[in-house]
T-cell receptor
Framework: NAGVTQTPKFQVLKTGQSMTLQCAQDMNHNSMYWYRQDPGMGLRLIYYSASEGTTDKGEVPNGYNVSRLNKREFSLRLESAAPSQTSVYFC??????????FGEGSWLTVV | AQKITQTQPGMFVQEKEAVTLDCTYDTSDPSYGLFWYKQPSSGEMIFLIYQGSYDQQNATEGRYSLNFQKARKSANLVISASQLGDSAMYFCAMRELGTGNQFYFGTGTSLTVIP
């Protein structure tokens, strides 16, 4: 019953540091997504991957890179963290058009 | 232009009463899906209900129903018999089959149920 698992759940970074958020799903879904959530902004799409080996930019990709390592895993990398990247990050996966499953979120603070 | 608009930043409802959360959307794709998610204070995103653009009837899931008015491009969520546990953020979302894989979310409505 794992569904979508993302790590770490909490992280504090200093400005300029790099880190990778990991995401894995065990539902054999083709599509995976990374969103960020900021107060009053809802969820905004950073990157998505329609299938293994493909990635596309979403609404707010600047400052991020992604890797679709295999069908299960989709990682999000911050190469040089900035305070503006302080946010809650959600990974999600989808197969059927009528559902999308979310991870529990990762709280990132950049100081 | 905003794909999903939720105009109610905050709503209050008395316990056991019904409440309607508004959502309008913007698309030129004839094939799309509409979703509502609940986000409690713990942060997880909980799927509530789905409506397809070609569905003839309004979707219902227990106490949740979606008032789908296609011509007005609105997809309001109705929660009947509100409970204290319904206090949360509610997000409306849309997926266009044309773009295939992008989900667009609204900015959310914070619902507080008053005992």
């Amino acid at each position: 019953n794992a569904g979508v698992t993302q790590t770490p759940k909490f992280q504090v970074l200093k400005t300029g540091q790099s880190m990778t958020l990991q995401c894995a799903q065990d539902m054999n879904h083709n599509s995976m997504y990374w969103y960020r959530q900021d107060p009053g902004m809802g969820l905004r799409l950073i990157y998505y991957s329609a299938s293994e080996g493909t990635t596309d930019k979403g609404e707010v990709p600047n400052g991020y890179n992604v890797s679709r390592l295999n069908k299960r895993e989709f990682s999000l990398r911050l190469e040089s963290a900035a305070p503006s990247q302080t946010s809650v990050y959600f990974c999600a996966s989808s197969e059927e058009l009528r559902t999308i499953y979310f991870g529990e979120g990762s709280w990132l603070t950049v100081v | 232009a905003q794909k999903i608009t939720q105009t109610q930043p905050g709503m209050f409802v008395q316990e056991k009463e019904a409440v309607t959360l508004d959502c309008t959307y913007d698309t030129s794709d004839p094939s799309y899906g509409l979703f509502w998610y609940k986000q409690p204070s713990s942060g997880e995103m909980i799927f509530l209900i789905y409506q397809g653009s070609y569905d003839q009837q309004n979707a219902t899931e227990g106490r949740y129903s979606l008032n789908f008015q296609k011509a007005r491009k609105s997809a309001n969520l109705v929660i009947s018999a509100s409970q204290l546990g319904d206090s949360a953020m509610y997000f409306c979302a849309m997926r266009e089959l044309g773009t295939g894989n992008q989900f667009y979310f609204g900015t959310g409505t914070s619902l507080t149920v008053i005992p």
